[in-house]
């Protein structure tokens, strides 16, 4: 069952509205036993990445999709540092809508870029960065009937606000959440989740040391980062963001790259999760920052590390060639 029929009564969509829907969310929530062993705390992790197109964008997208419908839209377009743009072009192509995405040129991954055009997006590559990209693009559609689905659109947050739902659905309660966090949509709509249902988890946000503006306190004109996802320099929704941590008396704070990447590696090894690098700034700030006294603790891995093969094949072991005989395989696979 698709989340906008799973919690039809918490969603602003009237009975016969437009649905279009993938069947996504109901995603896995799997305990880490290997990661809460090393950080002595119950820690589980929320596989977006199962989602039906790879991230959790898709929880916002059907809302905002479906939206667009009601009103009648031929068009719907967004900026994106990539898996909004997939998301985007699968539930445009579902609905019978054309879509369109504006990504930063070179800077998404390579299966971000794939699913967008499979799915007949029309994909503009901006010789720009994403925050750049959103401001053209909200000008734009202030000029053209055309839905913009950003996370700026109310929908998207709505239909991302019912991943809150699930984790107190599947755990009754718990401690603290721990995000990555690129332009602040998903905290804003889990804190929305969490206090629509009277819970007030402490929520940890971690955005990567080359763009942390709400870490600084200021936009990022040239944000860099090997998690690609989180590359944004100037967060769309940073007051609600900064609200969201302090009144759940939680904080954001930076991580590096490489530990960005170690959490990447390790959660692929030990856990057998293998998740896009931006998503494991969750585990990364875990484990560099800790979640004060809270037990309980639910890291949010937002989209699936198939989307990113360079960065993976990148980090990985190197394959053992083989002649194919007996002896040559022994020694490869034992040795
Ligand atoms: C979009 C995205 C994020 C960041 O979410 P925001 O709502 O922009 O803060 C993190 N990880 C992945 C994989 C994403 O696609």
């Known amino acids: 069952m698709g989340l906008m029929t799973r919690y039809a009564d918490r969603l602003p969509f009237a009975p016969g ?3 279009i829907s993938l069947e ?25 990445g199962a ?17 667009a419908v009601r009103n009648g839209a031929e068009t719907v377009i967004c900026a994106s540092t990539g898996n909004t743009a997939a998301s985007l072009a699968a539930y445009a192509a579902r609905a019978g809508l054309r879509g369109a995405v504006i990504v930063p040129d070179g800077k998404i991954a ?33 000029r053209h009937p055309i839905a913009l689905v950003n996370s700026v659109n109310p929908f998207r947050l709505e239909g991302q606000k019912t991943a809150a739902f699930e984790l107190l659905d599947s755990l009754g309660e718990l401690d603290a959440l721990c995000i990555p966090v690129g332009n602040a949509g998903n905290v804003t709509a889990y804190w929305k989740g969490f206090k629509e249902m009277g819970a007030a ?3 940890f946000g971690f955005q990567a040391e080359g763009a942390a503006p709400l870490v600084t306190g200021k936009p990022f004109p040239n944000p860099e980062t090997v998690a690609s996802a989180i590359r944004i320099g100037n967060p769309a929704r940073w007051e609600e963001a900064m609200d969201a941590f302090t009144s759940s008396h939680g904080r954001v704070a930076a991580v590096s790259d490489d530990q960005i990447l170690d959490a990447y590696r390790f959660l692929a090894a030990n856990e057998g999760v293998f998740c896009e690098p931006a998503s494991a700034a969750s585990v990364a700030g875990l484990l560099a920052h800790g979640v004060e006294d809270a037990e309980r603790v639910v890291c949010v891995l937002t989209g699936n590390g198939l989307k990113d093969p360079q960065t993976a ?8 060639p083989c002649e194919p005989d007996m002896a040559a395989v022994e020694k490869a696979v034992l040795g």
């Open 17 to 19: 509205d437009p649905v």
């Open 110 to 142: 390579t299966g971000k870029l794939a699913q967008a055009l499979m799915h007949g997006a029309r994909v503009i590559a901006l010789r720009g960065n994403f925050d750049e990209a959103l401001k053209l693009v909200r000008e734009l559609t202030q």
């Open 51 to 67: 989602n039906p197109t790879g991230s959790f964008k898709d929880r916002g997208m059907t809302c905002a999709v479906s939206d």
């Open 201 to 203: 988890p402490r929520l």
């Open 24 to 48: 996504e969310g109901s995603t896995p929530l799997v305990l880490a036993e290997r990661l809460s062993e090393r950080v002595g705390k119950e820690v589980w992790l929320k596989v977006e």
């Open 313 to 320: 094949l990148a980090q990985a072991g190197a394959v053992v």
